[in-house]
């Protein structure tokens, strides 16, 4: 079999179940397609081969002892360099926290080696999260597998493009504002943010605390949906953490693909589908309509009114979270320290220094617009304006609820766009999430599944977004959806990416 | 609502930005604070139809579930060690963080 890295998640685990392969056999596949396409690719910050293996071997030998292992052990997974691991560089892609090994593990990170998975290395993303394209990251630039001109969106870029070019059957990302799910419309793969508090936060660097959650991209649902799992627990370490039964997403997806979608009622979001959106992303998207519609499922327009105000509420509540969150970055505990040019350094003045060099401009134009928001005088109309927008559009959902099961729309107005193209525009940088934010707001979990190819041949994505605490549901719809799109994932770009890595 | 109005109809300004800078202890080049003016009045322009909507009798939501005070048993748990604490530190002397001096700012 020379195309071990072609296999899913759960291939790969029942393989390692029956001794077909060995984890190191699988490992070492995944860790070479690395080595051979990331030169190009830019989608891992880090790679740790050897803890990789040494863990690898660990799993084997226990297998081999006949102990019973988790279901999942022996299986690579890349993680987003957002997240903590303990004794591995983790850097959020800024400069700032260039080298910083944290002491600790993330709770995600600690579920992830309870269940015996092999961490291959940490993936590339915008700064701290802010951004839609991964152009953003402070060490370099990652590219879309299906077409290299092409960004592979963000900011969870690198944990998208890596599980698009088989370099890892799947990854974790984070999301604030889309930036699971965007990434996943953008490389065709599925992308899931759970209810808010679904997946601990202990140990993920923090933009938004109250919109940021972790999540699973995966190349199939059923893989998103193990990882979920996996990723999920009750943790007395996050003070909004659920302690909530929400049933097994693999279950779900195994059950969505069984029993269809006969009864299911589907709303279509009124305000997103219309203007903004391109018209290929239109045309697949009402593809999935009709297999709704000829599949036994009562398809529903809902008005969301208020869904028009999420970018502007969104650039307020993000960029206030965001500038208290980053205000810890000040060259006195951890991270980078950088020394004025003067001959009296004081505190404060390193303090400038460190965060003028450390921060990209993103970053800062996103903190002194935090400063703005929450500053006297400008509270009221700007933080405290956004805050109310939220209950409106928290709102719209619970009245659209009241007459469906779940949402459906496209997850981007577009496909992935040029390099370079988006990157002095900051307003049209942030339309990129203008059907994803809702659900931050209302801390729904939602999803991305690819729903066929939109404009020059590149993956356009379809998003489902379900009640809070119905994240069983969400899986279910898409199982069942993703059967019935039938996608072909064939990205054009590895192609490319294969040639020029044998040049 | 007038005071709202008012605050709305102010433009940023070199000099805005500058104090905001100063707010968020970030030293920024005269490129930059130019950039950013520039950049933040048209992103603040497209959010000023906030406040339109945003009327008074609508409660603010600061956080998507709702919570109560989560609280937990009063049991001791392990920290991290000293020197683990330590171990990101810039710079370090005798178990403790080593801060530039605090006193004669200019």
């Given at each position: 079999?020379?195309?071990?890295?072609?296999?899913?998640?759960?291939?790969?685990?029942?393989?390692?179940?029956?001794?077909?392969?060995?984890?190191?056999?699988?490992?070492?596949?995944?860790?070479?397609?690395?080595?051979?396409?990331?030169?190009?690719?830019?989608?891992?910050?880090?790679?740790?081969?050897?803890?990789?293996?040494?863990?690898?071997?660990?799993?084997?030998?226990?297998?081999?002892k006949g102990d019973t292992l988790p279901k999942?052990?022996?299986?690579?997974?890349?993680?987003?360099?957002?997240?903590?691991?303990?004794?591995?560089?983790?850097?959020?892609?800024?400069?700032?926290?260039?080298?910083?090994?944290?002491?600790?593990?993330?709770?995600?990170?600690?579920?992830?080696?309870?269940?015996?998975?092999?961490?291959?290395?940490?993936?590339?993303?915008?700064?701290?999260?802010?951004?839609?394209?991964?152009?953003?990251?402070?060490?370099?630039?990652?590219?879309?597998?299906?077409?290299?001109?092409?960004?592979?969106?963000?900011?969870?870029?690198?944990?998208?493009?890596?599980?698009?070019?088989?370099?890892?059957?799947?990854?974790?990302?984070?999301?604030?504002?889309?930036?699971?799910?965007?990434?996943?419309?953008?490389?065709?793969?599925?992308?899931?943010?759970?209810?808010?508090?679904?997946?601990?936060?202990?140990?993920?660097?923090?933009?938004?605390?109250?919109?940021?959650?972790?999540?699973?991209?995966?190349?199939?649902?059923?893989?998103?949906?193990?990882?979920?799992?996996?990723?999920?627990?009750?943790?007395?370490?996050?003070?909004?953490?659920?302690?909530?039964?929400?049933?097994?997403?693999?279950?779900?997806?195994?059950?969505?693909?069984?029993?269809?979608?006969?009864?299911?009622?589907?709303?279509?979001?009124?305000?997103?589908?219309?203007?903004?959106?391109?018209?290929?992303?239109?045309?697949?998207?009402?593809?999935?309509?009709?297999?709704?519609?000829?599949?036994?499922?009562?398809?529903?327009?809902?008005?969301?009114?208020?869904?028009?105000?999420?970018?502007?509420?969104?650039?307020?509540?993000?960029?206030?979270?965001?500038?208290?969150?980053?205000?810890?970055?000040?060259?006195?505990?951890?991270?980078?320290?950088?020394?004025?040019?003067?001959?009296?350094?004081?505190?404060?003045?390193?303090?400038?220094?460190?965060?003028?060099?450390?921060?990209?401009?993103?970053?800062?134009?996103?903190?002194?617009?935090?400063?703005?928001?929450?500053?006297?005088?400008?509270?009221?109309?700007?933080?405290?304006?956004?805050?109310?927008?939220?209950?409106?559009?928290?709102?719209?959902?619970?009245?659209?609820?009241?007459?469906?099961?779940?949402?459906?729309?496209?997850?981007?107005?577009?496909?992935?766009?040029?390099?370079?193209?988006?990157?002095?525009?900051?307003?049209?940088?942030?339309?990129?999430?203008?059907?994803?934010?809702?659900?931050?707001?209302?801390?729904?979990?939602?999803?991305?599944?690819?729903?066929?190819?939109?404009?020059?041949?590149?993956?356009?994505?379809?998003?489902?977004?379900?009640?809070?605490?119905?994240?069983?549901?969400?899986?279910?719809?898409?199982?069942?959806?993703?059967?019935?799109?039938?996608?072909?994932?064939?990205?054009?770009?590895?192609?490319?990416?294969?040639?020029?890595?044998?040049? | 609502?007038?005071?709202?109005?008012?605050?709305?109809?102010?433009?940023?300004?070199?000099?805005?930005?500058?104090?905001?800078?100063?707010?968020?202890?970030?030293?920024?080049?005269?490129?930059?604070?130019?950039?950013l003016t520039k950049e933040l009045s048209i992103?603040?322009?497209?959010?000023?139809?906030?406040?339109?909507?945003?009327?008074?009798?609508?409660?603010?939501?600061?956080?998507?579930?709702?919570?109560?005070?989560?609280?937990?048993?009063?049991?001791?748990?392990?920290?991290?060690?000293?020197?683990?604490?330590?171990?990101?530190?810039?710079?370090?002397?005798?178990?403790?963080?080593?801060?530039?001096?605090?006193?004669?700012?200019?």
């Amino acid at each position: 079999m020379s195309e071990l890295y072609k296999l899913s998640a759960w291939e790969i685990a029942n393989k390692l179940r029956l001794r077909e392969i060995s984890s190191l056999e699988i490992t070492q596949a995944f860790l070479d397609r690395i080595n051979q396409t990331d030169d190009k690719l830019g989608a891992f910050l880090l790679v740790d081969d050897k803890i990789a293996i040494e863990t690898a071997k660990k799993i084997d030998s226990s297998r081999l002892k006949g102990d019973t292992l988790p279901k999942m052990a022996g299986v690579p997974i890349a993680i987003k360099d957002l997240i903590c691991t303990k004794g591995l560089v983790t850097t959020a892609a800024s400069k700032i926290l260039q080298n910083w090994v944290p002491p600790y593990d993330a709770t995600l990170v600690e579920n992830i080696k309870d269940n015996g998975l092999i961490i291959l290395g940490k993936t590339n993303l915008d700064e701290f999260a802010m951004g839609s394209s991964t152009e953003r990251s402070a060490y370099k630039l990652c590219l879309n597998p299906w077409d290299l001109n092409t960004v592979p969106g963000g900011s969870s870029g690198g944990s998208a493009a890596s599980v698009a070019a088989w370099q890892t059957p799947f990854s974790v990302g984070t999301d604030t504002g889309g930036s699971i799910r965007q990434p996943a419309s953008l490389t065709g793969i599925v992308g899931a943010k759970p209810t808010y508090g679904g997946i601990s936060r202990y140990g993920i660097i923090a933009m938004a605390s109250s919109l940021d959650q972790a999540g699973p991209m995966a190349r199939c649902v059923l893989d998103a949906a193990i990882l979920h799992d996996i990723l999920s627990s009750y943790d007395m370490q996050d003070s909004t953490s659920l302690n909530y039964d929400f049933g097994s997403m693999e279950q779900a997806a195994i059950e969505g693909t069984n029993q269809g979608l006969k009864g299911l009622k589907v709303g279509i979001i009124k305000q997103l589908t219309g203007e903004g959106f391109s018209k290929g992303i239109l045309a697949a998207f009402n593809k999935v309509v009709a297999l709704l519609v000829n599949n036994g499922a009562e398809i529903v327009e809902v008005d969301c009114p208020n869904f028009q105000y999420s970018i502007g509420a969104y650039q307020i509540l993000m960029a206030s979270e965001a500038s208290s969150n980053l205000a810890r970055y000040d060259g006195m505990r951890y991270g980078k320290r950088f020394l004025p040019d003067k001959q009296t350094v004081t505190a404060e003045s390193m303090m400038k220094t460190t965060r003028d060099i450390g921060f990209g401009f993103e970053v800062k134009r996103r903190i002194i617009l935090g400063t703005y928001a929450l500053s006297a005088g400008s509270y009221e109309a700007y933080y405290g304006a956004a805050q109310k927008v939220r209950t409106l559009i928290k709102g719209d959902f619970t009245r659209a609820y009241k007459q469906v099961d779940c949402l459906i729309s496209p997850t981007v107005p577009t496909v992935a766009f040029k390099i370079g193209e988006q990157l002095d525009d900051p307003m049209a940088m942030y339309m990129n999430d203008l059907a994803t934010i809702p659900a931050n707001f209302g801390g729904m979990p939602a999803m991305s599944i690819p729903n066929g190819l939109a404009a020059n041949n590149l993956p356009s994505g379809l998003q489902i977004i379900a009640p809070q605490f119905k994240d069983y549901n969400m899986y279910f719809l898409a199982s069942a959806l993703e059967k019935l799109i039938n996608f072909n994932f064939n990205p054009s770009g590895l192609t490319q990416l294969s040639k020029a890595v044998n040049l | 609502m007038s005071q709202i109005a008012n605050q709305r109809d102010s433009q940023f300004t070199v000099d805005k930005v500058r104090h905001l800078a100063e707010l968020a202890q970030i030293e920024l080049s005269g490129d930059e604070i130019i950039h950013l003016t520039k950049e933040l009045s048209i992103i603040t322009d497209s959010i000023n139809q906030l406040a339109d909507v945003a009327s008074s009798d609508i409660k603010p939501t600061s956080h998507p579930v709702d919570l109560c005070n989560v609280l937990r048993d009063d049991t001791s748990v392990k920290p991290l060690t000293q020197t683990e604490a330590l171990s990101g530190a810039p710079k370090k002397q005798d178990n403790m963080f080593v801060a530039p001096q605090i006193l004669n700012e200019e």
